[in-house]
Each structure stands twice: as structure tokens, then as C-alpha cells.
């Protein structure tokens, strides 16, 4: 909702600097983020880089890739790509304290992400092939989002390797190595706006009368690059 306030504000908004840092976590939730990405760019026509100052694993790296431009800092980590799903198998440990897991399902495969029980043979089929459905998802994703990805990089990046900022440019994972600024620099660039000159607000010199919700944006790249 916040995204689509950007293009009524004074200034204007110009570009978005999205910073991405994570280890990963759930595809759906990467997916409804990307989702707003696009918005960004299709609807509001505002152009996207991402900062990956530290790590961008698994689903935080499709979110990074979603943008328009990547820039990553030297020793940044970047890759993981794939899916998984973990679950324990604790019968060995139940029966040794003399529990025992139940469930009445409805069919065999309703009960496969239990933290109780044990796989049934075609339980373990079926959650394999989800896995490997989700993981082809994935790497579509990141060929769509970086179709100039080199044949050493996808080779790398589908075998779950992990690499650094450096390398994930060369191979074409990243555009940038820099950190904040050069991300500043490329949204300039991009918004056509050549070198930005930034204002940054200390909390500590406003005084208190004035509404702390006017300070709730510390960086802005306005039309004019230098808020007044």
C-alpha cells in the first residue's frame, strides 16, 4: 500500500532502492514480494534496484533478482537456489518412551508433513515430486529474471552452490559491486537523473513538535535529488 502512495508524494518518487537480507524462507511468501516488485515497475513505472549487502539464500534470492538492477557488496552471499522440505522421523524415539503416533486420515497422503510419523512409500514419492516441481519452478524464476545468465553461473546456481558478491557478477547473478551508494548511483541512473545528491535527518535534531510521521521516510530521491 505504501508503494503505491510513492508516485503522489513531494517529491515525486523516481526509482526504489529495495534491500534484500536473508537466509531464505518460505517460496510463497518471496513470490507475494516480487509481486509488489513488478507493481513497481508495470503500474507505477518506477524502476527497481536491490541492495544485497550481506546474504540473499534461497528465496531471498529470487526477491534480489526481481529487480532491475543488483548490486552486491564484494563478500556478499548470494545463492542457494532450490527447494526443500525437512521433517523428522521420530518413531525410533516415541517407542523408546513408549509413545505411539495415530492418525485417521481421509487417504494416505494426508498425514506426509506430520513431524509424527513416518513416510509411507508413496508418501515419499509424492513429496519428492512436489520438491522437484517447486525447485524447476525456481530456476525458471531466475532465468526469467536474468536471462543473461552465463552457462557456468546456471550450473552453479542449480546445483544449490553459494557464492560471493564478486562471483556472482562476473557469472551475471549480480549487475554492481558496490554497496549503498552505488545502489543510490544506479537508481539515478536509471531514473535518468545522473548523480543523486542525498539528505539524510537525524532523529536527535528534530524537535518535538514536529510530527515524527514527517521523518518516517529518511532517504528520499525525489525528482530534484535533494529533498528540501
Not at 11 to 38: T, W, Y
Not at 130 to 148: D, E, H, S, W, Y
Not at 175 to 198: I, N
Request: include cysteine; hydrophobic fraction near 50%; glycine fraction near 10%.
Amino acid at each position: 500500500m505504501r508503494l503505491r502512495e510513492l508516485p503522489a508524494r513531494k517529491p515525486a518518487a523516481c526509482a526504489v532502492l529495495l534491500r534484500v537480507s536473508s537466509n531464505g524462507g518460505a517460496a510463497g511468501s518471496a513470490e507475494a514480494i516480487i509481486e509488489a516488485v513488478k507493481l513497481c515497475r508495470e503500474e507505477l513505472g518506477l524502476p527497481i534496484v536491490s541492495l544485497v549487502l550481506e546474504t540473499a539464500l534461497s528465496a531471498g534470492l529470487l526477491i534480489a533478482l526481481a529487480a532491475d538492477r543488483v548490486v552486491v557488496t564484494p563478500s556478499a552471499t548470494l545463492g542457494g537456489a532450490g527447494a526443500i522440505v525437512r521433517l523428522l522421523s521420530p518413531s525410533a524415539l516415541l517407542s523408546k518412551i513408549g509413545l505411539r503416533y495415530t492418525a485417521y486420515a481421509s487417504n494416505a497422503l494426508k498425514d506426509m508433513f506430520s513431524h509424527c510419523s513416518d513416510l509411507a512409500p508413496e508418501a515419499e514419492q509424492a513429496l519428492h515430486e512436489l520438491v522437484q516441481k517447486n525447485g524447476r519452478q525456481f530456476m525458471a524464476t531466475i532465468l526469467q529474471c536474468r536471462p543473461g545468465l552465463s552457462p557456468e553461473g546456471l550450473e552453479r546456481v542449480a546445483t544449490g552452490q553459494v557464492l560471493n558478491g564478486s562471483e556472482a557478477a562476473v557469472l551475471g547473478l549480480a549487475d554492481v559491486v558496490g554497496g549503498f551508494y552505488s545502489a543510490v548511483a544506479e537508481c539515478g541512473r536509471l531514473a535518468g537523473h545522473g548523480a543523486p545528491l542525498l539528505r539524510f535527518v537525524d532523529h536527535a535534531a528534530v524537535a518535538p513538535s514536529v510530527p515524527l510521521a514527517s521523518f518516517h521516510g529518511l532517504l528520499r530521491m525525489g525528482k530534484r535529488w535533494l529533498s528540501p
